[in-house]
């Protein structure tokens, strides 16, 4: 058949219009027929974006909850973690890295790190997804990397910008952690963990319990540009000691560029007031020994109405060579006593640049509660810089600024800085006073 230069115009547009037709059809069309395999593979990185599944449809919304234009059909869930591990290692990369890119070589790399080698390295090639759309069936409570002080990682997590979805860990006589037990000398950065959902805790208030996302325990590691979202609960009558939405204890070593949107709930009583031990806080339970937190913010919310050192960034934080620079907390942040939207019980630590606008609230009878640090000292009040509190604090004894031992002495100073006008991403001068330095770029 021949066709004439205009008929083929025409044979063109034709056929163009079919396909056109054919595409807007095959969704409605998949969604009545048998379905088909959907291929892990072509789904887009959802890094930095909250993942949610809505009626057997993926999609992804920002920070801000603006749904971004990712819909994809979900036909099976093949791509979901099978609850064991590979029985073959991941290929390694040219630095010698493991590839992790499924549920079953994230399981084998963890039982390899336990068994043979602490300071293997790892980095994603993909999302995993471990558990999905609300339902938590594969429990990584046996697969934690680290197991303790003395068997703890020691090598390099690179998430490479992907998520960990749907981490879910729970057991009896739940000591220690999240993905992590123990980090000792390790990096874990780049890391997404999204709908992460932890429940554990011990028989007893004086049983050691460190429960946070990402680790229970970072010794001398650090971690850095990661995210958290999920909830870290206490299984039913037992006790978390320290507790934070993405580690514990962060004794030395540094913690920076990362956030948490955690809902944490602790219900036991913890009598002792030794604060070193019993934090429980959005970042952190607690900062010791040289730790340094940097650029880090809290979105989610803490209810620990039994609990003293309950803090937006930290429960506790102990030692005058702690730092803690451009933070944030926006949560709303309930305790005991001691409790605060930075920093429930600070100890002689460096606080630079930093911001709470959550409501704060001790409820304990006489309740100490403030709008940045809840009791204690800080060591460098002479120069401090950079401060500001908004939202309710209440208490027996709350303070809208820093509350210190010496609180009368302080209040005057930290409340004259004024609440500044602010763009996202732009740094900006925190307070107006004559010596106030650039401080917080907000929001992160």
């Known amino acids: 058949m021949k066709f004439r230069c205009g008929n083929w115009n025409v044979f063109v547009a034709v056929i163009t219009a079919i396909c056109i037709v054919t595409a807007m059809c095959l969704p409605a069309l998949a969604s009545s027929a048998e379905p088909t395999a959907w291929l892990i593979d072509e789904k887009p990185s959802f890094y930095n974006a909250d993942v949610r599944v809505i009626n057997n449809v993926m999609t992804a919304a920002d920070k801000d909850g603006e749904l971004l234009n990712y819909n994809y059909p979900i036909y099976d869930k093949s791509f979901l973690w099978s609850g064991v591990a590979s029985e073959t290692a991941p290929n390694q990369n040219s630095e010698g890295y493991y590839e992790i890119g499924s549920g079953e070589e994230l399981a084998w790399f963890s039982n390899y790190v336990n068994s043979t080698d602490r300071m293997a390295n790892a980095i994603l090639t993909k999302d995993i997804y471990l558990n999905y759309g609300g339902e938590y069936t594969n429990n990584w409570f046996n697969f934690k990397m ?12 690179d998430g490479n910008g992907h998520a960990i979805i749907g981490l879910y860990s729970a057991g009896n006589n739940y000591d220690h952690g999240g993905l992590f037990n123990v980090l000792d000398n390790a990096t874990v950065k780049n890391l997404n963990i999204r709908e992460a959902k932890i429940v554990g805790g011990r028989d007893t208030e004086n049983q050691e319990t460190f429960i946070g996302i990402i680790a229970g325990y970072s010794k001398a590691s650090n971690i850095e540009n990661c995210t958290v979202t999920g909830t870290v609960t206490e299984a039913e009558g037992k006790n978390i000691k320290l507790c934070g939405g993405i580690v514990a204890n962060l004794s030395g070593g540094s913690i920076r560029e990362c956030t948490a949107d955690v809902d944490i709930k602790i219900g036991s009583t913890v009598t002792s007031d030794e604060y070193v031990n019993t934090g429980v806080g959005g970042i952190a339970g607690r900062f010791a020994y ?10 989610g919310t803490i209810e620990a109405p039994n609990r003293l050192h309950v803090g937006g960034i930290a429960g506790g934080c102990n030692r005058n060579d702690v730092t803690v620079k451009e933070v944030y907390n926006r949560g709303n942040i309930t305790g005991g006593s001691k409790v605060a939207g930075i920093i429930g019980n600070s100890y002689n630590c460096k606080v630079y640049s930093a ?6 609230a001790a409820v304990a009878e006489n309740g100490i509660a403030g709008g940045l640090i809840g009791v204690g000292t800080l060591s460098n009040t002479s120069g401090a810089k950079g401060y500001y509190t908004t939202g309710t604090v209440t208490g027996d004894a709350a303070y809208s600024g820093l509350a210190f031992t010496d609180a009368s002495a302080t209040e005057t100073k930290f409340n004259s800085f004024i ?11 925190i307070g107006q006073s004559p010596d106030a330095e650039l401080g917080v770029r907000m929001p992160l």
């Open 419 to 429: 609440y500044p006008e602010f763009t996202e991403g732009i740094t900006h001068p």
């Open 290 to 299: 040289g730790a340094t937190a940097e650029r880090c913010g809290f979105e």
């Open 355 to 360: 911001y709470n606008t959550g409501n704060i």
């Open 146 to 157: 680290g197991t303790n002080e003395a068997n703890a990682f020691k090598g390099t997590f």
